[in-house]
């Protein structure tokens, strides 16, 4: 199956063409979206972290906003840092390069200041936007498509129809030769042996059921027990009553597929393993999308049984509810209604159907409600506190 994407230094494809600010820490960031508003359709990410953090926190952020400016989705990147941060602007850059697009970077200290950065940034993401501004889609194998699998303000009709439909389509992108990730450790404990099951490979396996061991195991160090946020408020009130009946709902997203591997949170897909990831994660959504899509994802499915405006700095995301009355309530942010098939008796096998058209048409350039309303949220998740 062919779609039409820009492709990118490295052989991947990116289904939108974006020019990216990113900053390195917090003290950059205002800088950075200043920078960003003087070019047309420029982003910057709102990061909130990149300094004062230790170990594998920091690692992992650095690992994240890499994996941004190393998306297919995103054409050139500007990195902006403040010169102090614990991650250095230039090193970033340098690493993000190593994609082969087109990177620059700037240091607000190095420039005597913000005004001076500001003018000076601006002109260096002109350059950048100059240089794809021409580029044209070119056509594509679906095999070199990853789209991420969310799930977020579920209840019961999540499990039943929205999650199922999407775990159809799961199916046939990883057929197909492409690629889907699963993720939210904390939701898919009490159902983590049944996902077990389906690594064939053993180390892959053992690094999975470490992630949801590790993830009780903080809360219990906290002295918390998980289950006092699992499920969450909107959960309960939409229905869902255990972590355990949550997590059986969310499992569905994954299909029936076997699983090829397991990822740290935003670590990078093997571009020669293609097929079904899991990534650690936690169940806040806008973490866990921002997780994929650092370690790759062009897109979101992302079912919503109670409704949430949820988008992405620099992946579409497709919007979907298994629950009629939240499509008919929330239409500005709901692009597909697989309730019908409790409503109207369709058929999951239709809905699938109905949603695999979708992804090929935004793979193709339609927008998606959360894109038209300008939904960009973005959140890293930390190991740890800062220090």
């Known amino acids: 199956m062919k779609l ?12 939108r063409n974006h020019v990216l600010v990113i900053p390195t820490s917090v003290c ?15 982003i910057s990410l ?87 501004s021409g580029q044209e889609r070119e056509e594509f194998d679906i095999s070199e498509l990853t789209v991420a699998l969310e799930c977020g303000g579920s209840d019961p009709t999540s499990g039943i129809a929205a999650n199922p439909t999407i775990g159809l389509v799961s199916d046939k992108i990883c057929e197909l030769g492409g690629s889907t990730i699963l993720s939210e450790t904390t939701e898919v404990i009490g159902a983590e042996h049944l996902l077990a099951k389906r690594f064939e490979d053993e180390n892959e396996r053992d690094k999975f059921l470490k992630f949801v061991k590790d993830v009780e195991q903080r809360a219990l160090d906290l ?34 597929a076997k699983f090829v591997g397991a990822l740290e949170y935003a670590e ?47 992946a579409p995301v497709i919007k979907i509810t298994g629950n009629p009355d939240t499509y008919e309530i929330m239409q500005d942010n709901i692009d597909l209604n697989v309730g019908k098939i409790i409503s109207e008796g369709a058929t999951l096998e239709e809905m699938g159907e109905e949603l695999m058209e979708e992804v090929i048409k935004v793979a193709n350039g339609k927008k998606t409600k959360s894109e038209t309303l300008g939904h960009k949220e973005f959140g890293i998740f930390k190991v ?3 220090f």
């Open 223 to 256: 002295g918390e027990d998980l289950r006092s946020g699992q499920p969450t408020p909107g959960n309960k009130a939409g229905g869902l009553t255990t972590i355990e009946e949550k997590s059986l709902g969310c499992m569905h997203k994954a299909g029936s």
């Open 46 to 132: 709102p990061n909130q972290h990149g300094c004062c953090q230790i170990g594998s926190d920091m690692m992992q952020t650095e690992r994240t906003l890499a994996g941004f400016g190393k998306n297919p989705n995103v054409g050139a990147v500007l990195v902006v840092g403040l010169g102090c941060d614990g991650i250095q602007a230039h090193d970033l850059a340098e690493d993000i390069r190593k994609s082969g697009k087109p990177v620059d970077s700037i240091v607000i200290q190095e420039e005597h200041g913000t005004l001076n950065t500001i003018s000076l940034g601006g002109k260096k993401l002109r350059n950048l936007a100059q240089k794809i």
């Open 28 to 42: 950059a960031a205002d800088t950075a979206a200043k920078i960003a508003s003087q070019v047309d359709g420029a």
């Open 384 to 386: 740890t506190g800062t």
């Open 268 to 314: 990078a897909i093997q571009a020669d393993k293609k097929g079904l990831y899991f990534m650690d994660s936690p169940g806040q959504d806008i973490d866990s999308n921002t997780g994929m899509v650092a370690s790759g994802a062009q897109m979101i499915m992302f079912s919503t049984g109670r409704g949430t405006p949820t988008g992405n700095p620099i």
């Open 4 to 15: 039409l994407g820009y492709r990118r230094e490295n052989g991947r494809f990116g289904i």
